[in-house]
């Protein structure tokens, strides 16, 4: 069996395969980092532009973390000056929960900063067009957002860098990793395998769980190795600080009931990627083994991700709710989990999205497998002629 | 003859078939999905329909609105509009205020938008706030169609501005003007929302249907695939010279058949759901700031071959990184990278996208015209110009490449 998996892993992964696969990681990532420091530029009220990377330069030199009532409550007067960092992050915070600048806010506004954050929250769920959520679950979302009682502001751009890329990077990464399986049951007219594929030493059931088993066990490895670059080079580039601040301190995820700080999102963010890999890996197994042609199995797959791409885009709540929201696209547009507060009631019980597409995720995945297993079985058992 | 028919043949196998109904799979799933859960109707008794019987409803109801655009037209729809219950539902400061702008459709869309044009000119859009009608110069016909042909005016001018490849001198300002002024009126107003469906649709499915052109004739000139060259094929009888341009008139037949069936669905489909009623309708009524006096059929028509010329195009290049590369699977990595910079980077505002054949599908090809010197030339007539220069620059690629063409050795 190991000198199959040998012999099968060399066909599909060979060094140039991981070389390359390195390589566009880097371009990437670097890539993403250079537009992520210009969206840091700015023009001062001289009319100077600012660069982004002087500003994040500026910033991490700072090192201070304050909360971010004391700012309000000008206790820490002179961490806010108007063109630093720190003063563009707490008038994001301002805007989103008063709709109004620092200085116009009261001493009172400031006391009640998170009671505020808190009644927006409430309001938001008891208004909300899509999901009708019941008393219970409005008090148990809105119990978890009041965990969130100190939100720090201070340089923390690596962590949040690294989990808003993770949106754009992960769905190409599985797309990537996926579409390296195809050769493993696709048929490629040029290599004419098949002869001795059904000449094997030890047939072709152990061959078959052989391929399986690289196509999940690869994955992994790639997916561990291609986030380890992402998140190296990014927390290279951008440092490491902050990473425990809780992820409301950025403006998008204010409103997020979730009490997790940018670490814990990362790992939240990194398993359900994990687990959209194996649904896109079991999808692409599943479609070679039915279609064969490594080219048309391309060109099945190649669709299927703009369906999901296109489904995406649509943004409608019901093919999201009972579709897009398992499939592997959707399932690493990772804000929807903080913000949409998306909840399924399976007995009685409300499941948060994220619990739920896991599980659904899995389920996906065993029934793919299952397939996989019994049109194997079929074709096992099938009288195979070469050529006929 | 005989060699085209053969390779034509070939080009339709399992990759080009699988590729072609996973296209139309997807097309269909995204055309009922969307149209079946987005969009509703508001009838006359302030109800809202949704679904697909929403646009069946909507084709009966608009009859009431259906006509020519003249003087009486004008003060009838004032009128009816005013005393409607879709008004009062659409007030601006109501708690509808969004429904238009988010897939929700009324009769008065019709004829209200193409009036509100004549207000706002190059600001317009849809949405609740503009489907009113409480203009001073809907008092006579004539007072209408100036201030509609001013709006135009003025958007075309703005339009050169932003986005236009050279400012207008004032001779061509004045030859605009002059066209602008000869748009036959007064407009016909019909129910066309299938063919507006259709054609938004089109242009969203476009870029991807090229996808399906990639897969299929990225290995017509591949070293040793299926459908591609191999030893027999450059040893045949007629030659290499032959059957490489057997291949190419092959590969464009193709693409021109595999563009008929996408176009064929997409009427079939939208006709089922909303169907393709409002071909006379006037082309302004839908394009408001078309210059030329066609329907709203012709202009569909016009942008079907729009894209059919950018479609040939594509084919062309991938058959050129085909033969270039020898390689099935370079070729398609090759040709969907372009295809991808040609969408995600190149600008698809203003004219520049002239130059993008994947922008020939759009409606701009249909309404629009491009200055040459001091004459006014359809859109459509350079995308044809455009479009038989870059195929000759991929065919004499294409002939070279063949010149150079080895199987298993070093070019």
Request: charged share 20%.
């Amino acid at each position: 069996m190991r000198s199959i998996i040998s012999a099968e892993w060399k066909r599909v992964l060979p060094l140039q395969i991981w070389i390359l696969f390195s390589m566009v990681i880097l371009i990437f990532t670097v890539y993403d980092d250079k537009k992520e420091k210009s969206t840091y530029t700015y023009v001062d009220a001289d009319g100077n532009l600012i660069d982004g990377r002087d500003v994040l330069k500026d910033a991490r030199q700072k090192k201070e973390m304050i909360p971010v009532e004391s700012i309000l409550l000008g206790e820490k007067k002179d961490f806010l000056t108007e063109e630093s960092l720190n003063y563009l992050k707490v008038q994001n915070l301002v805007e989103a929960n008063y709709s109004k600048q620092i200085g116009e806010l009261t001493a009172k506004e400031a006391k009640n900063f998170y009671e505020r954050r808190i009644s927006h929250i409430r309001r938001n769920l008891v208004e909300s067009s899509t999901v009708s959520y019941n008393k219970k679950e409005i008090d148990l979302l809105v119990e978890k957002a009041s965990q969130v009682n100190a939100i720090m502001i201070g340089y923390a751009e690596g962590w949040s860098s690294i989990n808003r890329g993770m949106e754009k990077f992960v769905p190409l990464l599985l797309l990537g990793i996926s579409m390296m399986f195809i050769p493993l049951f696709g048929e490629d007219a040029k290599v004419k395998m098949n002869e001795f594929i059904f000449a094997a030493k030890w047939g072709r059931r152990q061959l078959d769980f052989a391929r399986i088993f690289i196509a999940f066990g690869a994955g992994t490895l790639l997916y561990l190795y291609g986030m380890a670059e992402y998140v190296f080079i990014k927390l290279l580039d951008f440092g490491s600080e902050g990473g425990n601040f809780f992820i409301q301190g950025e403006e998008r995820m204010f409103f997020s009931v979730y009490p997790i700080s940018y670490i814990q999102q990362f790992f939240w963010n990194f398993t359900i990627g994990y687990f959209a890999l194996f649904v896109a890996i079991s999808f692409t197994l599943i479609v070679c083994i039915l279609i064969k042609k490594t080219m048309a199995c391309s060109a099945v797959l190649c669709f299927f991700w703009i369906f999901l791409l296109v489904g995406d885009q649509m943004n409608i709540y019901i093919t999201n709710h009972y579709f897009f929201n398992f499939m592997p696209y959707r399932m690493t547009k990772f804000h929807h989990y903080y913000l949409e507060n998306d909840l399924y009631r399976v007995g009685g019980e409300s499941i948060n999205s994220m619990v739920f597409t896991t599980c659904v995720a899995a389920i996906i995945v065993f029934s793919v497998l299952g397939m996989i297993a019994l049109t194997l079985w079929e074709r096992q058992n099938r009288k195979f002629v070469i050529g006929g | 003859m005989g060699l085209i028919k053969f390779e034509y043949r070939k080009l339709w196998n399992k990759v080009s078939i699988s590729a072609l109904i996973a296209f139309l799979v997807f097309s269909t799933l995204h055309t009922f999905i969307y149209l079946n859960l987005q969009w509703r109707t508001l009838d006359g008794n302030g109800e809202v329909w949704e679904g697909l019987k929403a646009f069946r409803l909507l084709k009966e109801i608009s009859k009431d609105v259906e006509g020519v655009m003249d003087q009486q037209y004008l003060e009838g729809l004032v009128e009816d509009y005013d005393s409607s219950s879709e008004k009062r539902y659409l007030d601006i400061n109501g708690e509808h205020r969004g429904f238009l702008g988010t897939g929700g459709m009324t009769k008065y869309m019709f004829p209200n938008y193409c009036v509100n044009y004549a207000y706002y000119g190059p600001y317009m859009t849809n949405g609740n706030d503009k489907i009113g009608l409480g203009y001073e110069f809907l008092s006579s016909e004539r007072s209408f169609y100036d201030q509609y042909k001013e709006s135009m005016k003025e958007d075309k001018l703005m339009a050169n501005e932003y986005g236009g490849l050279f400012p207008y001198s004032a001779h061509q300002i004045s030859i605009l003007e002059d066209k602008i002024e000869k748009v036959r009126t007064p407009f016909t107003v019909e129910y066309y929302q299938g063919i507006a469906n259709m054609l938004s649709w089109y242009e969203i499915q476009f870029p991807y249907f090229l996808v399906v052109l990639v897969f299929s004739l990225a290995g017509i000139y591949a070293k040793g695939s299926e459908y591609g060259v191999d030893e027999l094929t450059l040893s045949s009888k007629n030659g290499r010279k032959k059957d490489f341009k057997a291949k190419c008139i092959s590969g464009n037949l193709f693409a021109v058949t595999a563009y008929l069936i996408f176009v064929a669905v997409l009427m079939l489909e939208h006709g089922g759901i909303a169907s393709l009623h409002g071909w006379n309708a006037s082309a302004q009524v839908f394009w408001y700031d078309c210059i030329y006096n066609i329907t709203v059929g012709g202009g569909a028509i016009l942008q079907f071959l729009g894209g059919l010329i950018g479609c040939i195009v594509i084919a062309n290049l991938v058959m050129m990184l085909s033969a270039v590369t020898g390689s099935g699977k370079a070729g398609i990595i090759a040709a969907l990278a372009i295809l991808y910079a040609l969408c995600r980077f190149y600008p698809s505002y203003g004219m520049k996208k002239i130059f993008n054949p994947v922008c020939f599908g759009n409606n701009f090809v249909a309404k629009d015209g491009m200055f040459i010197g001091e004459i006014l030339v359809p859109c459509i007539c350079i995308t044809f110009v455009l479009a038989l220069l870059y195929i000759t620059v991929f065919e004499v690629s294409i002939r070279s490449s063949a010149k150079r063409y080895h199987i298993g050795g070093r070019r």
